[in-house]
């Protein structure tokens, strides 16, 4: 039997697999609808594949996503260019946010100072009935 062409069961790591049998992995995870795990736990016998498919996918450029996503160089500038406008988006919606926040935090610090002062008065209303004694200032005397 050649070494290439039988896959045993939990006997091989990822390293130990030649390119067409990794071509062949590739595929099978690709036109089965399995998950990665389930297909590295069928050629290897381990649960955990470590990112290993994904990067022969890479390597040997099977992914789909990596040939229908090379365009011309017009595609990839529009695309560069939507993506700016997004993120100048989400700049300038984080900005007002910020925005947003430091408004709320000054009214509610506003509001408390206008409780302050209404209290600040009352209590300077009650202290002149009670005790007698003229505590604010009197604008139009004259020294």
Do not use: C
């Amino acid at each position: 039997m050649e070494r290439g062409s039988k896959v045993n069961l939990g006997l091989k790591k990822g390293s130990e697999f030649t390119i067409p049998e990794r071509i062949r992995i590739v595929r099978d995870y690709q036109s089965s609808g399995m998950t990665k795990q389930a297909i590295w736990y069928k050629y290897t016998g381990h649960k955990q594949e470590h990112g290993q498919i994904l990067n022969w996918m890479i390597k040997y450029n099977l992914g789909e996503s990596k040939t229908d996503k090379r365009g011309s160089l017009e595609t990839n500038e529009k695309q560069m260019k939507k993506h700016k406008k997004v993120l100048e988006l989400t700049e300038d919606a984080f900005e007002n946010l910020q925005l947003k926040k430091r408004i709320l935090d000054l009214e509610r610090q506003l509001k408390e100072a206008e409780l302050k002062a209404i209290a600040f008065s009352t209590m300077v209303d009650i202290a002149e009935k009670e005790f007698n004694i003229p505590i604010r200032k009197k604008f139009n005397t004259k020294p």
